[in-house]
């Protein structure tokens, strides 16, 4: 498996190793080590959010369809940056 950098902006990679990259033959002897930091502050990981709208006609499907709009707004997109999701928009 190789982990790639990655990043939110063009130019701007964040990589989730430290140092140099060992390949497999030279792998008995050094291995790669993981930037551990990185991967826990800075490291981009995507992964998708479900937002479940229970389709009742009432109060709670209301409620769903408003906050499931909301993540698509700006401001929404920011919230999910600021919890680590990587934006859709």
Do not use: H, W
């Not at 790639?4 to 008995?28: E, K």
């Not at 930037?35 to 499907?61: C, E, H, M, W």
């Amino acid at each position: 498996m190789k982990s790639l950098a990655i990043g939110r902006q063009s130019g701007q990679f964040v990589a989730p190793y430290q140092g140099q990259i060992f390949l497999s033959p030279q792998c008995p002897g050094q291995r790669t080590q993981l930037d551990l930091d990185a991967l826990r502050d800075n490291y981009p990981l995507t992964r998708r959010l479900f937002v479940i709208v229970k389709q009742n006609g009432q109060s709670d499907q209301q409620a769903g369809e408003a906050y499931a709009n909301l993540l698509l707004t700006r401001q929404g997109q920011d919230l999910l940056r600021q919890a680590g999701f990587v934006p859709i928009r």
